[in-house]
């Protein structure tokens, strides 16, 4: 069975950094799109970045929303179908549950469709 097995989220100081990490635990034909979303307590889970599949990751477009620009960076090692988010100049306001999203094909005839992982707590907070 396919999952997303996520790990690094915690506790972390205003100011502060940490690095999420997520890999596609069990085999799938092809991993496309990678990407991390949040919810934050009583607000909707929202996109905070995404990867596209690439065969040279340096050549992977990057989407970031608004919030997070010059702070996070998303990336993606295909060889480990994994992608990570690097935190950094965290604020009490990226305090969320995140999660890690892929799109797999998991047998040559499949679709494609979304997987999510079980969610990593950030809080930030001194």
């Known amino acids: 069975q396919v999952q997303l097995v996520e790990s690094g989220g915690g506790l972390a100081q205003p100011g502060g950094s940490l690095r999420l990490s997520c890999v596609v635990s069990g085999r799938a034909f092809r991993v496309g799109g990678m990407a991390w979303y949040r919810r934050a307590p009583g607000k909707q889970r929202e996109l905070v970045a995404e990867i596209t599949p690439s065969g040279v990751p340096a050549y992977a477009h990057r989407n970031y929303a608004h919030f997070v620009k010059g702070r996070f960076i998303i990336s993606r090692d295909n060889v480990a179908n994994a992608v990570f988010l690097q935190m950094d100049s965290l604020g009490p306001e990226d305090t969320a549950v995140y999660y890690c999203?892929?799109?797999?094909?998991?047998?040559?005839?499949?679709?494609?469709?979304?997987?999510w992982g079980q969610g990593t707590q950030v809080t930030v907070s001194s």
């Open positions: 999203n892929a799109r797999l094909r998991i047998n040559p005839g499949d679709q494609e469709n979304d997987y």
